[in-house]
């Protein structure tokens, strides 16, 4: 198949990744929850051989990661786990999950079942990491972020950016504390939690 493509993910990858990269050298092993396309797997793998890369998604989205997979060079990045966020995840307890660009697109139920399998399966000690766009004071950052929020409701009503006072307190009943909030490129953020 032709692999699936974001172009999001290609501008984004290099930001996260000089981001990421310090606070992941003293971890082994990371969980990507919502692998997408795969992009962002096979780059960060190949970026950081220090660690396994875990791929997830649902079911749907295994063969485009896989196809990333095929051509990757990376030995360290693993094929996808079948992760619904309405189901129980096929993992015990991991050192970091990631995900990127998945807080808007899931309902906000889902968003409150990713912090419960979070709550269950983050190590103590273990990072969270989170890339998208967030709402501050109720409030959109930039007038694309306000006219994104309107196409994603056309997609799907119960979508949308999350407020960042909401996520934090998310997490914060998960068991973390936020370390960092980065300001990224095209008015995104990565925010950055510890258990």
Same mark, same amino acid.
């Given at each position: 198949?032709? &692999?699936? $493509? ?11 990744? #000089? ?5 992941? *050298? ?5 969980? *990507?929850?919502? #692998? ?7 780059? $960060? ?26 051509? +990757? ?5 693993? &094929? ?17 999950? @990631?995900?990127?660009?998945? /807080?808007?697109?899931? #309902? ?6 990713? !912090? ?5 399966? /983050? ?16 409030? @959109?950052? #930039?007038?694309?972020?306000?006219? !994104?929020?309107? !196409?994603?409701?056309?997609?799907? +009503? ?11 307190? &998310? ?7 936020? =370390? ?10 990565? =925010?950055? !939690?510890?258990?």
């Amino acid at each position: 198949m032709n &692999k699936p $493509f974001s172009q999001a993910c290609e501008n984004n990858k290099t930001p996260i990744l #000089s981001v990421l990269k310090p606070y992941l *050298e003293q971890y082994d092993y990371v969980l *990507e929850v919502g #692998s997408g396309t795969g992009q962002h797997a096979v780059y $960060f793998a190949e970026s950081m051989p220090h660690l396994v890369w875990q791929t997830s998604d649902r079911l749907c989205n295994h063969e485009g990661i896989e196809a990333w997979l095929v051509e +990757s060079s990376a030995s360290n990045v693993r &094929k996808p786990l079948s992760l619904d966020l309405n189901q129980p995840w096929p993992v015990q307890q991991v050192p970091v999950i @990631f995900t990127a660009n998945t /807080l808007h697109i899931v #309902s906000k139920a889902l968003v409150e079942k990713l !912090f419960v399998g979070v709550a269950q399966h /983050l190590a103590n000690g273990g990072l969270l990491c989170i890339y998208g766009p967030f709402n501050y004071d109720g409030a @959109f950052t #930039s007038a694309s972020n306000a006219a !994104f929020d309107s !196409f994603l409701k056309t997609q799907d +009503s119960q979508s949308g950016i999350r407020d960042i006072e909401w996520v934090c307190a &998310k997490a914060q009943q998960a068991g973390l504390k936020l =370390l960092q909030d980065h300001k990224m490129p095209a008015n995104n953020r990565l =925010l950055l !939690f510890k258990r």
